[in-house]
Nanobody, 124 residues
Framework: VQLQASGGGLAQAGGSLRLSCAASGGTLSNYNLGWFRQGPGKEREFVAAISRNGGSTKYTDSVKGRFTISRNRAKNTADLQMNNLKPEDTAVYYC??????????????????WGQGTQVTVSS
């Protein structure tokens, strides 16, 4: 499966953006899905994940209460709603898929299908 993130852009601090992850060559419901980001001069980091059936989600501490990951099975997409954005959220955001056990979904080494990311820039 190959994934493509979209929906990034420029937002002011406190604003919102909604990212979408679309799949080609596979069905997203067969995978746990993750969102990762890489800020300027930083390593790629885990942001959020959702289980195959959508029943479980996981977030990095810095986005809890602000970001929400969800699935849209009809569209075969996975979305990341980002509210109350902060300048430190500025990064290229990527989505990817994994079949790894849920306990290890924060580890990017187990993911596949990385496509081009989408730039999110938050101004103060």
């Amino acid at each position: 499966v190959q994934l493509q993130a979209s929906g990034g852009g420029l937002a002011q601090a406190g604003g919102s953006l909604r990212l979408s992850c679309a799949a080609s060559g596979g069905t997203l419901s067969n995978y746990n899905l993750g969102w990762f980001r890489q800020g300027p001069g930083k390593e790629r980091e885990f942001v959020a994940a959702i289980s195959r059936n959508g029943g479980s989600t996981k977030y990095t501490d810095s986005v809890k209460g602000r970001f929400t990951i969800s699935r849209n099975r009809a569209k075969n997409t996975a979305d990341l709603q980002m509210n109350n954005l902060k300048p430190e959220d500025t990064a290229v955001y990527y989505c990817a898929a994994t079949t790894i056990v849920w306990g290890r979904v924060t580890e990017d080494a187990y993911y596949t299908g990385w496509g081009q990311g989408t730039q999110v820039t938050v101004s103060s």
